[in-house]
Nanobody, 115 residues
Framework: QVRLVESGGGLVQPGGSLRLSCVVSGSDFSRFPMMWYRQAAGHQREWIATIVNGGATSYADSVEGRFTISTNTAKNTVYLQMRDLKSEDTGIYFC?????????WGRGTQVTVSS
């Protein structure tokens, strides 16, 4: 069974940094792309970053230049390095893995940006 587990969230001041991790188990890690989404209170879940096999990445305009998605295949882990955090980055961050027959989600990790 495919399982995604996020970690690394927390409380950070504006301008600060955090690195989120998502460990994938039960699947061939390198075979499918990995994505990060986030959901702020009262808002729909929004896509923020993708990394595909081969390392190509793409980002939402709201995080371009501040966030970096990467993977460590030896650890079956995808990361989201977040820098220059803003209050509007607050939300629950989810990793996502679209496979052939199903899309998998983790349970999320809370990021709060506040002074």
């Amino acid at each position: 069974q495919v399982r995604l587990v996020e970690s690394g969230g927390g409380l950070v001041q504006p301008g600060g940094s955090l690195r989120l991790s998502c460990v994938v188990s039960g699947s061939d890690f390198s075979r499918f792309p990995m994505m990060w989404y986030r959901q702020a209170a009262g808002h729909q879940r929004e896509w923020i970053a993708t990394i595909v096999n081969g390392g190509a990445t793409s980002y939402a305009d709201s995080v371009e230049g501040r966030f970096t998605i990467s993977t460590n295949t030896a650890k079956n882990t995808v990361y989201l390095q977040m820098r220059d955090l803003k209050s509007e980055d607050t939300g629950i961050y989810f990793c996502n893995r679209p496979e052939l027959l199903r899309v998998y989600w983790g349970r999320g990790t809370q990021v709060t940006v506040s002074s």
